[in-house]
């Protein structure tokens, strides 16, 4: 009985706990949300520094590429990952088995060409080691989307499951 | 004669459990400022580590910054103290799992667990192992029944004079 007690009082703490802290949360991302950062994101700094070595690109132009279709999309994340859900027409080449992989889609890569790479999104290097990849095989017009996976998702852009045709 | 010296460990448990209590609050403290100084990043964090649906994710990432910070003010303070133990240890399994089984699917990824001092950890063994002493820390805590210098014992001493 004295034991039943003791428990419920730590497990009722614990509830409390999660209870208060999921309020406080939410409630302060809706009171922040759009003042504090005016929707600038802040990053590691070891992410910065690579990404700022590299030509990023937005969701948003992206997608004017995509549909001028003079891009390829790189998916740097890994197969499941990609089979799960990735940009339409995109190809996989997961970022630690590049040189596996690139042989097969090298002559999709032509001079005129744009290449975008993306992963899980802003903070994800995946992208950024494939966009590095190929910029040390000569590539110049390489990009990383930074927003990733994640944004191209939520913009309601054209996705696909499953391995591409 | 021959004198031993033996140290007594049930007269030093108190001390180690005090000093273990500290350390614990104080290393979720200082997780927590992290992540409550660049919200954003936790938030892509928690969705790149794609265990939860994106909603959850969110979610999630708003909570945990907080449950950190108001438990391990508990723990330093020893208020609630087994209750905010219990906390941790189930935040600690959440870890365990989630940093497992991207580690298995061979993720490398950022950690997202101490975002200060320009700290930068990537998902590995020996963050795995961290958790799980943590996590055996909080066990360990929970089962305790009196804390040293703590608000708990001295309210119980008040309410039974």
Redesign the interface.
């Known amino acids: 009985m004295n034991l039943n007690k ?1 428990w419920k ?6 509830v ?3 209870l ?3 309020i ?3 409630a ?2 809706a009171l ?1 949300t759009g003042t504090s ?1 005016d929707g600038k ?7 910065i520094q690579q990404i700022s070595a590299l030509k990023t690109i937005t969701v948003e132009d992206s997608y004017k590429d995509y549909t001028e279709e003079n891009t390829v999309f790189i998916d740097a ?2 197969n ?2 990609y089979n799960e859900g990735h940009i339409k027409g995109a190809i996989n080449i997961p ?2 088995r590049f040189q596996q992989y690139y042989p097969q889609y090298e002559k999709l890569f032509t001079k005129n060409k744009k290449i975008i790479t993306y992963c ?7 992208s950024v080691d494939v966009a590095k990849d190929l910029i040390a095989l000569g590539y110049t017009n390489v990009f990383v989307m930074t927003e990733g996976w ?1 944004g191209w ?2 913009a309601n852009l054209p996705i696909s499951v499953g391995k591409e045709p | 004669m021959e004198r031993k010296c033996v140290i007594n460990f049930a007269l030093m448990k108190p001390f180690i459990l005090l000093l273990l209590r500290v350390l614990l609050g104080a290393v979720f403290i200082l997780a927590a400022y992290g992540k409550l ?5 936790l938030v ?2 928690v ?2 580590f ?1 265990i939860l649906p ?1 909603g959850l994710s969110k ?1 999630f990432a ?6 950190e ?3 391990g003010i ?1 723990l330093i303070i020893g208020f ?1 103290t ?3 133990s ?2 941790i240890a ?1 935040l600690l399994i959440s870890f365990i799992i989630a940093i497992g089984i991207n580690m298995h ?6 950690c997202g667990c101490f ?1 200060i001092f ?1 700290m ?1 950890e990537k998902i590995g063994s020996e963050i795995l192992l961290r958790d799980v002493i943590f996590f055996l820390i909080a066990a360990a805590l ?1 089962l305790t029944k009196e804390f040293l210098f703590s608000v708990d014992t001295f309210m119980e001493r008040k309410s039974k004079q």
């Open positions: 003791t009082s730590v497990i009722g703490t614990t409390a706990v999660y208060l802290s999921f406080l949360g939410v302060i991302h922040t950062t994101v802040i990053l590691p700094e070891s992410y994340r890994d499941a990952e970022y630690d899980h999104g802003i903070g994800c290097g995946l994640p998702m939520n | 100084l660049h919200p954003e990043v892509s964090t969705i790149n794609n994106l979610i708003y909570t945990l910054p907080w449950i910070m108001i438990a508990m609630g087994r209750g905010a219990f906390a189930w699917r061979g993720v490398s990824m950022e975002d320009g930068n929970v």
